[in-house]
């Protein structure tokens, strides 16, 4: 999970998932200031990230 560097350096090199770990950062600080600031109240919106599947060694194709 989070696609780490130990999970590419594995072997096999595991399947994960990325998370888009800078974005979400950068929608927490902005939040934060908005928050600070008085200008965010509860409740808050839910924010949703795309994750992205990183398939290595550890998965396979059916065979048909």
């Not at 780490?4 to 072997?11: C, F, G, P, S, Y």
């Not at 090199?13 to 600080?29: D, K, R, Y």
Request: charged share 25%; glycine share 4%.
């Amino acid at each position: 999970f989070d696609n780490t560097l130990i999970a590419k350096l594995n072997e096999p090199a595991l399947t994960t998932i990325a998370q888009p770990v800078g974005e979400m950062a950068i929608v927490a600080v902005k939040a934060l200031i908005d928050i600070l600031e008085g200008q965010l109240e509860a409740p808050y919106d839910l924010i949703y990230f795309e994750p992205k599947l990183i398939e290595r060694n550890t998965v396979q194709a059916l065979k048909e």
